[in-house]
C-alpha cells in the first residue's frame, strides 16, 4: 500500500467525506494490518510513548519518493512505547529520540507530521474518533 497512498492521503480521502458511512467506507478501503497499528497506537488510551513529537528537517521529497512510509515504519513503533517487551532495553531515551528523528526526516512531511501527532496522541483528523474507528473494525480499540 505505501507506493499507492500515504496515510496523509488517506485522511484527506476521508476529511473530504460527507458522512459518516462514507468516512467508514475510507477507513475499510484501505484496511490492513500497518493501518490498524496505526490507529491503534493513535488512539488506544493504554499506549504511552517514551518520546513526544520531536523536531526534525522536513524531507524535500514529493509524496511517493521518500525513502520510507509510515505503513512500513508501523512494525517498529514499539521501539518507542512505554514498557513494550520486545524493546532492546539498551535503547536510551536519546537513541530513542535519535532514532524518531531519522524516520521523521525519511519519510513524507505530511507523514511524519502524523507521527509526531502519534507521538502526542493527536493526529489533527477531524471527526476521526474511537467510536467511528470501532465501527470501522470493530473493538479494534477499547473504551
Known amino acids: ?5 500515504l496515510y496523509s492521503e488517506i485522511f484527506e480521502e ?10 467508514i ?14 490507529l491503534i497506537a493513535a488512539f488506544h488510551p493504554r ?8 523536531p526534525y ?15 512500513m515504519e508501523m512494525n517498529k513503533l514499539y521501539r518507542f512505547v512505554n514498557f513494550h ?9 536519546e ?21 509526531n501527532g502519534v507521538m502526542k496522541k493527536d493526529i489533527g483528523v477531524k471527526y476521526l474518533t474511537v467510536n467511528l474507528i470501532n465501527e470501522a473494525f470493530p473493538n479494534l480499540i477499547p473504551v
Open 25 to 38: 467506507a475510507v477507513l475499510r478501503k484501505y484496511d490492513n494490518r500497518s493501518f490498524r497499528e496505526f
Open 1 to 5: 500500500m505505501s507506493a499507492e497512498k
Open 47 to 54: 499506549i504511552q510513548f517514551d518520546v513526544g513529537p520531536m
Open 95 to 115: 537513541k530513542q529520540k535519535q532514532l524518531l528523528v531519522g524516520i521523521l526526516e525519511s519519510l513524507h512531511k505530511d507523514e511524519a507530521e502524523l507521527l
Open 85 to 93: 517487551p520486545a524493546k532492546p532495553k539498551e535503547l536510551t531515551l
Open 14 to 23: 476521508f476529511s473530504k467525506a460527507t458522512n459518516k458511512q462514507e468516512r
Open 57 to 71: 528537517r522536513p524531507a524535500p521529497e514529493p509524496a511517493g519518493l521518500n525513502y520510507t512510509y509510515l505503513d
